[in-house]
Nanobody, 124 residues
Framework: QVQLVESGGGLVLAGGSLRVSCAASGRTFNRYAMGWFRQATGKEREFVAA????????YYSDSVKGRFTISRDNAKNMVYLQMNNLQPGDTAVYYC?????????????????WGQGTQVTVSS
């Protein structure tokens, strides 16, 4: 069992930066690939970024590549998403996800555990 709790969301101006964090409970955290998904109001959930269980491989959606960076600290059971040059289109609830498989599916249908989400709002 893995429990995920996100934090760090908030309001930021366009062009600004924000880092969201995900704290994981459980001794098996380092067996899971981790990812971030987001869902804007009225839109379907979309994949953002993922990192493998050891933190050696990452991949990103085209919409955030070059602006966002995912990382993890297995010693602290933490996953981070550093978001730079934020744009109004990045406004969404951001969800942390744990998956036994890597890479994570784009739909998130294979995710084993989800966090409750943290709101990120980017104003122009």
């Amino acid at each position: 069992q893995v429990q995920l709790v996100e934090s760090g969301g908030g309001l930021v101006l366009a062009g600004g930066s924000l880092r969201v964090s995900c704290a994981a409970s459980g001794r098996t955290f380092n067996r899971y690939a981790m990812g971030w998904f987001r869902q804007a109001t009225g839109k379907e959930r979309e994949f953002v970024a993922a990192v493998d269980s050891r933190g050696t491989m990452t991949y990103y959606s085209d919409s955030v590549k070059g602006r966002f960076t995912i990382s993890r600290d297995n010693a602290k059971n933490m996953v981070y998403l550093q978001m730079n040059n934020l744009q109004p289109g990045d406004t969404a609830v951001y969800y942390c996800a744990a998956d036994r498989a890597y890479p994570l599916g784009a739909s998130g249908s294979g995710v084993d555990y989800w966090g409750q989400g943290t709101q990120v709002t980017v104003s122009s």
